[in-house]
Nanobody
Framework: QVQLVESGGGLVKPGGTLRLSCAAS????????VGWFRQAPGKEREGLSC????????YYSGSVKGRVTLSRDNAKNMVYLQMNNLKPEDTAMYYC?????WGQGTQVTVSS
């Protein structure tokens, strides 16, 4: 059974940084693509970034490209999303996804 647990969210000021973590269990992480998504109140869930399985190729959406870095630690079964220069519009619940499994999310709030 695949389980995903996100952490690392919080309240930061504009321009601040956060590193989100996604702990995966029940699978061999490097065999799967992993995606990060977010959903703000009243908005649709938005795909932000993903990393492919064995190849480890990464993709970033235009809304976060240049401010976000996705990385993966296969030994620890962890995926990270480093977010820099955060903006108020980045405020949302952030989720990781592997295959059809989602975590419970971690809240990111960017406010002065």
């Amino acid at each position: 059974q695949v389980q995903l647990v996100e952490s690392g969210g919080g309240l930061v000021k504009p321009g601040g940084t956060l590193r989100l973590s996604c702990a995966a269990s029940g699978l061999t992480l490097n065999e799967y693509a992993v995606g990060w998504f977010r959903q703000a109140p009243g908005k649709e869930r938005e795909g932000l970034s993903c990393i492919s399985g064995p190849e480890g190729s990464t993709y970033y959406s235009g809304s976060v490209k240049g401010r976000v870095t996705l990385s993966r630690d296969n030994a620890k079964n962890m995926v990270y999303l480093q977010m820099n220069n955060l903006k108020p519009e980045d405020t949302a619940m952030y989720y990781c996804r592997i295959d059809n499994s989602w975590g419970q999310g971690t809240q990111v709030t960017v406010s002065s």
